[in-house]
């Protein structure tokens, strides 16, 4: 059996006399880049914040690297092994690069209080870890000679690439990134593009969140694809492209008869 | 640059700078020693609100509140007030209580830091303007409740306050027989010279206020210290990385607020009396002031700041009484008078010049100065 990092099942949420998911379920497996992807108002967002804690679900049943979860508070959801990213980007802007990272560090370290008044020796050990640490993981995403940068000094591209490193430095089981590649240029999304592949590469599991089809439909292991809160396809990327409820979803009704649906990579041109 | 060899010297030279500095002030009268005094104890309280305000970024305009707490706290446990009130009391404590000053600064910055995470808790949710307003409000009530906790039961004397409050003694052993150090007299060193109240009180406090510098500044440099920033920046960001937001706040309260106490048992002390009227409203408003003026989130721009704006006026009010300012102009600008207009022009021309502070930390993070060179 393959090794399954997370499986929601079931999930509903409405906001008013908005149905913004209904019965939404995925289960993505260790090592995957799993894409969900949908048009603008699909209910992506809403089920990337209902995952990791932010809304709570009416209904749904999750369970994160083979135990159940409940995402309650968000805190608790970084704790169990989800980190994030956001759509628009949230740094710790006066913060340096270096910082940022050692603040992901957070959740899997213990110092408190006292150790710090103190600097007992178990402090010192663990702030020089949280050091190193941090710093590889600068070089790792690319950013290694910004380290003492304050966060909002950067370019956009390596704000991205700084917030990748801030999530991988809680040790995620599953690392969610949330429209990565929102407002970068082709070079910058090559860059991206790059990173995520080596994230996977060393057996990370991703969930990307895009409206970038071709992005995804690179990138991707499996895909699924929500439109007005429901599930319409799931599936690797070469049967989604083919969809016909996908490519209504995106494209709208075929005036002609069958066979000529254009291919839906070119969505995000429209 | 500066290499680590001259940096030592410079320390060196500061620590001698500020051990001679009473000495010196002393000659010149008890009341130049007086304002450094007040100006460490601000520097306390400063350092304090800048964990809050500075680290964690929540405007608390409260903060003369636990500086209240840790000033009564102390003036109860060390006047005969609470012997005059209660019968039952005095039966308890013939002689009175005379607390130890090892006892009283743990406790002050004990019960300080209860009632910081006691006020901080309803305003977890609250950030901003709404955060202010509601600190505010606790801060006036903890001084109407001082003001009218006189009856039905006599605990805090109400208005008219709580005088013979102890000085503090120092290394007193009973048992050794050794009477030890009463900061509250002159100590005598020859039969000409000896070291007034004021300049022992002065060390106590520096010895206090580097303690708490030392504090902070490991605090900033710590998990807990990038929690609280984390927090500052982007709050949500910061729940996102698993940082329990509401834990480190209310440390962030509770610990600015351990400060503020032990400078309200060093000011009760020191004053020998405390009333309801020395924490108002403008108390909090100036502590505020300090942080941001000298540059928020960063020690040495909140020490200054703390020093500059609890200085001057007394430096302000000295300068008019040698001018005799009152008399040039007809009683139209009088001491206070002209320290106000001073004080207010000061801070809106820093704030036009240096909207981040006079001494803030650096603009685009460390050592990139160095670097370039």
Known sequence: MADVVLRVAGISKRFGGLQALSDVGLTIERGQVYGLIGPNGAGKTTFFNVITGLYTPDSGSFELAGKPYTPSAVHEVAKAGIARTFQNIRLFPDMTALENVMVGRHVRTSSGLMGAMFRTRKFKEEEAAIAKRAQELLDYVGIGKFTDYKARTLSYGDQRRLEIARALATDPQLIALDEPAAGMNSTEKVVLRELIDRIRKDNRTILLIEHDVKLVMGLCDRVTVLDYGKQIAQGSPYDVQRDEKVIEAYLGHSHKATGTAPAPASGEQQ | ?373
């Open chain 2, 1 to 373: 640059m500066i290499n680590k060899q001259n940096k030592t010297v410079v320390w060196v030279l500061a620590a001698l700078a500020l051990a001679i500095l009473p000495l010196l002030l002393q000659s010149a009268g008890n009341f130049w020693v007086r304002i450094a005094d007040t100006a460490l104890l601000y520097v306390l309280l400063a350092l304090g609100l800048n964990i809050v305000v500075g680290y964690a970024g929540l405007l608390d305009l409260g903060f003369v509140a636990f500086f209240a707490i840790g000033a009564y706290m102390y003036g109860l446990m060390a006047s005969p007030h609470l012997s005059e009130a209660f019968p039952w009391f005095a039966r308890m404590f013939p002689t009175g209580l005379h607390s130890s000053v090892w006892l009283v600064i743990p406790l002050g910055a004990g019960v300080a830091g209860f009632f910081g995470i006691l006020l901080g808790a309803p305003t977890l949710k609250l950030r901003g303007d709404y955060l202010a307003i509601v600190t505010l409000g606790f801060g006036e009530i903890i001084r109407v409740f001082l003001n009218n906790l006189d009856h039905p039961v006599n605990i805090t004397n109400g208005p008219k306050g709580l005088g013979q409050i102890d000085s503090i003694t120092l290394f007193k052993f009973d048992a050794l027989g050794i009477p030890g150090l009463n900061l509250g007299r002159a100590l005598e060193i020859t039969d000409s010279y000896s070291i007034n109240s004021v300049t022992l009180y002065y060390y106590l406090f520096l010895v206090l206020v580097v303690a708490s510098v030392v504090i902070c500044h490991r605090l900033e440099l710590s998990r807990i210290g990038r929690a609280w920033m984390a927090i500052r920046e982007d709050e949500i960001a910061a729940k996102a990385m698993g940082i329990n937001t509401r834990n480190m706040k209310l440390l962030a309260f509770g610990m600015g607020a351990t400060f503020g106490g032990v400078s309200g048992v060093m000011f009760s002390a020191f004053q020998g009396f405390v009333s309801p009227e020395s924490f108002s409203l403008m108390e909090s408003v100036m502590i505020v002031a300090m942080v941001v003026l000298g540059g928020i989130g960063h020690l040495p721009g909140v020490i200054l700041g703390a020093v500059l704006l609890s200085a001057l006026p007394e430096v302000l009010r000295w300068v008019s009484g040698v001018f005799d300012l009152q008399s040039i102009t007809g009683g139209r600008l009088d001491a206070s008078i002209l320290r106000q207009l001073l004080i207010a022009l000061a801070m809106i021309i820093v704030m036009l010049l240096r909207p981040r502070g006079l001494w803030p930390t650096q603009e685009h993070g460390k050592n990139l100065q160095q670097n370039a060179k």
